[in-house]
Structures are given as structure tokens and as C-alpha cells.
């Protein structure tokens, strides 16, 4: 039988273990944990056979994390936190999961396994059945601004995936708003080469990625049905996702670019003022001035979301609207998210560890 979150979680310190430190999300977890006031890093749980010593795969850890990894022993975790960080790969997460749930465990997972609320939608994206449907219902998505109330106190949070989140904060307020919308958004979005993780491959090899720029899984992308589910739940409304991902020679960053198109006119500064209304009072969301377009480098290493927007209007009668949105793929697009929804989760300051 599942268990009741531990109360302790909420005492001055939170005691947290990490699954899949030595990826690039798990480096970004440690440094911001490392820094956080309220946490204790516990327990560093590996899925390789030799177990390293965290510091000897990012040297920049020595002298401040020299911990040894330990095995994903569930009972051991159990024992040393209250809560876990899933930074593992897809189709991985679904087979802790259910057992650090019966455990006691808060479980924040920054894989694909719990964004999807149909199990359907699920296997015909990922290529196998979800072995951990049942839970998909208690699954909050972890995008504050959207789901600030819900994952308060919440047992089992599904982080967003890094493109979703740059487009969905670039559309949420349009699809939100009385305006007719039509029922369609365009995304056009640029990556950096960690986006593909740390394990090699191919298309990020640095001869074939350096000085080009190349689209990639267009129409079948993993993160589409993530972005229509999203916004059809929070549009009240059947919102279909035109996604196009490029791979850009960058470390880190994406840039998303998002058409929606009303139908009627519109306004610019109306919107503006929209945008600026809808994310008052939202830490990591900063709207730029009208026509003020965002880069990549203005949220690097930082948990922010840019957004600027530009609007037009056609013969029609509708008004085009574009909206570009920055963010650091590594932080707000995973690792810094994930602390975020943590902080909402247990109580924190939202911004602890991150600023």
C-alpha cells in the first residue's frame, strides 16, 4: 500500500537523493542543491556498474561534492531521503517510480514517463506500454506558471521537457485569453547540442553540429504531444501543435519562436499588457518590452524564461502573433524547473537555490 508523504519533509532540512548523477541534468542538480538553504544532499544514485566518485566526472565538483555514487538500492534511499530527483533516462524513471511512492518518497521526475496523462498517447510516441499507468493521474506537470496551486503538496511531479516549456509559456497567454484563437500553434525552435544529452551521438558529434544548422524529427518529435496536451488543457480547448525542432552549433539555450493567430484584430499593446498581466508576480518569467526579441545568452546559466512578442495584422481581419521565448535548456528547460517545482512542493521560497 502507498504511503503517506514523510511530514519531515518540511523541517529545516529536506533530504534529497539524486538518480542519475552524471549526466547533464544531474550536474546542474548537484550545483544548484549544493547552494540550496534548505536541502541536504544524501544520496547519489548511479546506474554504472563501477559507481564513480561524483568529482572524477565533473572535476569542477572537487572539493565541494567527493561523494562516491551509490547503487539505485530503493530500500538505502528510502532510509537516507525523503525525497527523489529522477534525472534518468525515458522509459527508465517508470520502474522506480511506483516503488518510491509505496516508500514514502516525494519523487520529482525530469524524464517523459509521467508528462503524458494518456498511456495511449505514450506508447505510440515512446514505443512501449506505460508499465505505471495508475499513476499517471496523480502526476502534476511541473510548469510553476501554470500549475503554481496544484503542485503544492504534490507526491509525484512530471518536470517538463525543455522545448515544451520555452513554447508553451510563448502561447499559454493567447491560447488562455477570451480572444478567438484559432485553434492552431506554430513552433519554431532552436536547441544547443547538450539538449541530446551526454551519451555520444552522431548528429551532435562536433564535426557533423559545428557551423550548421539542421531540423530534425519533424512532424514525430516526442515533445509535440506534450506541447498539445498542455495547452488543450489549459486553452480549455483542442490546441494542435505545428512543432519544428532545429539543432544550432550552441552549448546550451533554445530559442523558440510561436505563431498564433487570432481571429480578429488585435492590438499590440493589448497583448503586450496580456502578456505582462498573466505573468505578474512570476519570478522566472520576464516579458520583455514590446518588440524587444530575446537571445539565448540573456538566460544562460539561469532559471528566467525571456519573452518578447510581435504583432501583425493581415487582410483578413485576423492578427498574427508571434511570440519569442528564451531559455536555458539545462535550467528552466530541467535541472532548475525541477528545484523550482521542489521548492513548491515542500514549502520553500520558490527561488531558493535558483537566484
Known amino acids: 500500500m502507498e504511503q503517506s508523504p514523510r511530514s519531515d519533509t518540511r523541517g529545516a532540512k529536506a533530504r534529497v537523493a539524486l538518480f542519475g548523477v552524471t549526466g547533464y541534468t544531474g550536474l546542474e542538480l548537484i550545483e544548484i542543491l549544493l547552494r540550496h538553504p534548505s536541502v541536504e544532499l544524501t544520496y547519489l544514485a548511479s546506474r554504472r556498474e563501477e559507481l564513480p566518485v561524483v568529482s572524477d566526472i565533473f572535476p569542477r565538483l572537487r572539493g565541494r561534492c567527493d561523494a562516491r555514487t551509490a547503487p539505485i538500492d530503493l530500500d538505502a534511499v528510502a532510509e537516507a531521503a525523503d525525497v527523489a530527483l529522477l534525472a534518468l533516462p525515458h522509459l527508465v524513471s517508470k520502474q522506480h517510480v511506483p516503488e518510491l511512492l509505496e516508500r514514502g518518497l516525494t519523487v520529482l521526475d525530469l524524464s517523459a514517463d509521467y508528462r503524458l496523462k494518456d498511456a495511449s498517447v505514450y506508447e505510440r510516441y515512446y514505443g512501449e506500454p506505460h508499465t505505471d499507468a495508475g499513476n499517471l493521474a496523480q502526476a502534476v506537470y511541473g510548469l510553476p506558471e501554470l500549475y503554481g496551486d496544484e503542485l503544492r503538496g504534490a507526491r509525484l511531479v512530471a518536470v517538463p521537457g525543455c522545448y515544451p516549456t520555452a513554447a508553451i509559456l510563448a502561447a499559454a497567454p493567447l491560447v488562455c485569453s477570451d480572444w478567438p484563437v484559432v485553434e492552431e500553434v506554430t513552433v519554431d525552435a532552436k536547441t544547443g547540442v547538450s539538449g541530446g ?19 530534425y524529427n519533424v512532424g514525430i518529435h516526442r515533445h509535440q504531444p506534450e506541447m498539445e496536451a498542455v495547452l488543450s488543457d489549459v486553452g480549455d480547448r483542442t490546441v494542435a501543435v505545428d512543432f519544428v525542432p532545429h539543432l544550432v552549433p550552441m552549448d546550451r539555450g533554445i530559442l523558440a519562436t510561436v505563431y498564433v493567430h487570432l481571429d480578429e484584430e488585435v492590438g499590440e499593446a493589448d497583448i503586450q499588457a496580456r502578456f505582462e498581466k498573466f505573468y505578474a508576480g512570476q519570478p522566472f518569467v520576464r516579458v520583455r518590452p514590446l518588440g524587444d526579441c530575446p537571445a539565448t545568452k540573456d538566460v544562460a546559466y539561469t532559471n528566467y524564461c525571456d519573452i518578447g512578442l510581435k504583432a501583425l495584422w493581415s487582410r483578413d481581419g485576423r492578427t498574427k502573433v508571434t511570440v519569442m521565448s528564451a531559455i536555458d535548456n539545462l535550467l528552466k528547460g530541467a535541472s532548475g524547473q525541477a528545484v523550482e517545482d521542489m521548492n513548491l512542493v515542500l514549502g520553500f521560497p520558490r527561488t531558493a537555490g535558483l537566484v
Open 197 to 215: 544529452g551526454r551519451s555520444p551521438k552522431l548528429a551532435f558529434h562536433f564535426p557533423e553540429a559545428n557551423e550548421s544548422v539542421k531540423p
